[in-house]
């Protein structure tokens, strides 16, 4: 079985973990389309179009028997254009709005996500087909994805950064009453602990990669192609290679990667 993920960063990593022990013996190849960081900053026309172009330059180059698109912006954008066009199975990710209309007690549910992914449709849709009962507090940020890529690397997060960006959630409007909040970036699942320790009592975090890790892993074991334990691991690729590699490296080795890859788009 080898596997595709892909992601603008790092955040796609959190599910490449979960894979590893999901789907045990896989090859994963990782690609971060680094040179556009962040996806949450870029016009959706932009976007669709690179997407499409780069995960299908990928799947030509790697084979892959099953695609991860591990990012939120990327799946609600050009998932279905990515379907559409390439004939191999994906597997999304979505903010996990019916998770957490499903875990809700108080019937306030919070969402960290991106400035651009509040915006679209999309998230309207998944409220209104799985929480229309439920009041949804929605905080987006730039500020989290750049904290969450120091945290991959190794490096402090003060406190008190981290405690005004929660505070942009919970001080708005019917935010007292939230006691379940949805990461909706990928991203964050690098400062889910973080979140833990230092938000109120009581209120329970959501990350959707362990959910994306198992959805993968059911659709591979479909597809019959599930080897035994093999040496290849897969390699993670990087359309502009980070300045900060030496910093990278721990991380990456620890998701299973020797080194950073260049990956060379073609005209």
Known sequence: MRILAFDSGIGGLGIVRC???DIPGACIDYLADTAVFPYGEQADDFLVARIVMLVGQAIARLQPDLVVIACNTASTLALGELRARYDVPFVGCVPP??????????????LLATRATLTRSYLHDLQSRFAPDCTLVTYGTRNLADLSEQAFRGHLIPDQVLRAEMAGLFSQPGGDGIDVVGLGCTHYTFLLDHFQRLGRPGVRWIDPAHAVSRQAARL???LDNVAPDREETGQAFFTALPGDIEALLPGLRH???DTACPFTEQA
């Open 19 to 21: 894979l590893r022990k």
């Open 255 to 257: 998701m299973g990667y």
């Open 220 to 222: 591979a074991r479909s």
């Open 97 to 110: 709005i019916k998770w957490a209309a499903d875990l809700t007690q108080s019937g306030t549910i919070g």
